[in-house]
C-alpha cells in the first residue's frame, strides 16, 4: 500500500526545481502537483485554511513561479493567457475553466470558446504554453488552488481578454488584484452575521 504524501512547502519547492532541471516542459511538474493535492488536508495544514480571496507567491524566480491562488466564492477571471505553461492543483473547493481561441481574421485578437474542464478538489490540470482561459468558482465558498508557472508569472509580455467584448488588450496585474479585493469585500458583506452593519 502507497504512503500518503505528506505536503511540505519547502520540499514542494525543491520537488518543482528539481523536477523543471530533470524536464523542462510540465510534465515532471504537474506529476509532483498531482502528487501534493493528492492529500488536500496536507495542504490546507501548511498553507493554512482559506480565509480570503488571493494571490500568495510561494515562489518565484525566471523560470518558475509558484502561487497560491484562492478564488472568492462565485468569482470569474476574464480571459487571459500566461506565455508559459502551468499546472493547477486543487486542494479544496472548485475551479471552472474555459478554454478560448482567436478566431482567424477578426479584428484585435477576438475570441471563441474552445472547451471546458470543471476542476475538482485532488485534480492537477496540465496547461500548455499558449492557452488561454477563463476562470470562475461556481461555489458558494472560498476555492484553493496551488499554479506553478514555467516562468516568471508577473513579467510583463501577457494578455487578457475584455470580459464584454472579448478583445485583446495588455494584461493588467493591478487589474486582476483588484478583482480580489472586490470578492473579498462580497464575500464579508455575504458572511457578515445578521444585524450588524
Known amino acids: 500500500m502507497e504512503a500518503t504524501y505528506m505536503f511540505e512547502l519547502d520540499q514542494f519547492i525543491n520537488d518543482c526545481r528539481s523536477a523543471l532541471k530533470q524536464d523542462p516542459t510540465l510534465t515532471c511538474v504537474r506529476d509532483v502537483t498531482a502528487r501534493a493535492v493528492s492529500n488536500p488536508s496536507a495542504v490546507l495544514k501548511s498553507l493554512g485554511e482559506p480565509a480570503q480571496a488571493g494571490i500568495q507567491t510561494l515562489f518565484r524566480s525566471d523560470s518558475l513561479t509558484i502561487l497560491n491562488v484562492i478564488w472568492g466564492p462565485h468569482m470569474t477571471l476574464f480571459p487571459h493567457n500566461h506565455q508559459m505553461w502551468a499546472v493547477i492543483g486543487i486542494y479544496t473547493g ?33 496547461l500548455g504554453h499558449n492557452i488561454i482561459h477563463s476562470v470562475t468558482n461556481p461555489i458558494p465558498r472560498l476555492t484553493g488552488a496551488i499554479h506553478v508557472y514555467g516562468g516568471d508569472f508577473f513579467a510583463p509580455g501577457r494578455s487578457e481578454w475584455d470580459p464584454e467584448s472579448l478583445r485583446e488588450q ?25 444585524g450588524t452593519p
Open 94 to 126: 472548485r475551479e471552472d475553466n474555459i478554454f478560448w481561441r482567436r478566431i482567424p481574421g477578426a479584428p484585435a485578437g477576438k475570441l471563441e470558446a474552445a472547451g471546458a474542464r470543471a476542476l475538482c478538489e485532488k485534480d492537477a490540470e496540465p
Open 170 to 194: 495588455p494584461c493588467n496585474v493591478d487589474r486582476i488584484l483588484r478583482q480580489f479585493e472586490e470578492s473579498n469585500a462580497l464575500y464579508s458583506q455575504l458572511n457578515r452575521p445578521p
